[in-house]
């Protein structure tokens, strides 16, 4: 079994920590421990968290947390897992063997995409398209119509999308699923951004509109909590139960801690607190990216996202995304994600969701850069 380089992971791990300005994140500034745990009382309990090993496929009370967020779900549809990350894995690792054919929407976190390749499976792309009327990023039903065929196996969705920020409505999610239906495809949806929408409308879930739909998900994005390395998988009860048995040769369990303070953070008005949080730091930095771009006009087009804390911008500069992201972190120690990563050269993936002052500083360096390059080029001729 070969598994492709994951080179936006693998660039973010070498250098993230490394720069003055990481605007690769995708997610907002993280929250504090005291922020999340609260008063003496939550802290106490947490101190009283005895560290053995937790329920494998999450505890019971976690469980039951996440279903409410899943109409019709019960524990038995739920999958605790160590990030969407493992969540992504275990669905792919128990549904594609060699020679399945996998739709794959692109631009897209591109993790899926190797580990389908890995597993001996054909990746089929389904590609966003930039529309103007309305101007956003969409995918064609018709073309998946004509993209399956008695070999696939699955279809893979991100809604809200990676990296474009887009959000796929309700009425296409359904023709997705009647197209899957149609041929008893299994459709993933990875939904890690939802609820980091920029005008506060939760995106619409794919869950629940056909019994072969798959969500992963976690507390990465929408809820400010990285760190504490909690996904999720819901799915039917047979296939959830098959993918616990995979659980247990990756990383068998949750952390305890991570439970414990992933239980406090989905209690509903805790999680009500903390959307809201999210969605006030999109909406507060938007406006300072927005602007930049606005301001270096002719350098850039681009779609603004409707979630998530990134924005996918087209840069009109003869330079490679790769060597342009290479020449920013080692000049000005800037690290954004180049558009190579996903497929797609002359593209940006910026993330905006950093505090304020450290945000603007980053998207000078950036000009800074660029306008030199443009210079260069203009003396060069």
Not at 169 to 193: F, K, T
């Amino acid at each position: 079994m070969h598994i492709e380089p994951f080179d936006m992971e693998r660039m973010q791990s070498t250098y993230e920590n490394l720069v003055s300005f990481n605007l690769s994140e995708s997610g907002v500034h993280p929250m504090r421990l005291e922020e999340l745990v609260g008063g003496s009382d939550a802290v106490a309990r947490l101190l009283d968290q005895r560290l053995g090993y937790t329920q494998s496929n999450g505890t019971i009370e976690l469980r039951q947390a996440l279903a409410r967020l899943y109409p019709g779900a019960t524990t038995d549809h739920i999958e605790v897992t160590n990030g969407g990350s493992e969540a992504n894995l275990l669905v792919t690792w128990r549904l594609v063997e060699p020679g399945d054919e996998v739709v794959m929407m692109l631009p897209n976190y591109m993790q899926t995409v190797g580990l389908a390749r890995g597993f001996g499976g054909i990746i089929k792309p389904w590609p966003l398209r930039m529309q103007e009327s309305p101007r956003r990023w969409a995918a064609d039903p018709e073309e998946l119509a004509g993209l399956i065929t008695p070999r696939t196996r699955l279809i893979v969705i991100c809604n809200p999308n990676n990296p474009t920020g887009a959000r796929i409505p309700a009425v296409e999610l359904d023709e997705i699923c009647r197209l899957a239906a149609r041929h008893g495809v299994w459709v993933l949806a990875d939904e890690v951004y939802r609820g980091a929408e920029l005008d506060g409308q939760e995106t619409a879930s794919v869950w629940g509109r056909y019994e072969r739909v798959i969500v992963t998900s976690g507390l990465s994005k929408a809820y400010g909590l990285p760190g504490l390395r909690i996904g999720w998988i819901v799915g039917p009860p047979q296939l959830i139960e098959s993918l616990w048995a995979r659980h247990d040769y990756t990383t068998i369990s949750p952390g305890a801690l991570s439970d414990n303070l992933a239980r406090a953070a989905l209690q509903p008005a805790r999680r009500t607190q903390i959307i809201e949080r999210t969605r006030g730091i999109l909406r507060a930095n938007w406006p300072a990216i927005n602007d930049w771009l606005a301001a270096h006009g002719p350098l850039f087009s681009y779609v603004p996202p409707e979630a998530g804390a990134i924005v996918y911008a087209r840069y009109h500069h003869g330079i490679n995304s790769t060597e342009l992201v290479t020449r920013l972190r080692q000049e000005k120690s800037v690290l954004v994600v180049p558009g190579d990563h996903f497929g797609m050269d002359s593209y940006l993936r910026i993330g905006f969701g950093d505090q304020p002052a450290h945000l603007q500083e980053g998207l000078a360096r950036v000009g800074e850069l660029l306008h030199e390059l443009t210079a260069r080029a203009g003396a060069a001729r």
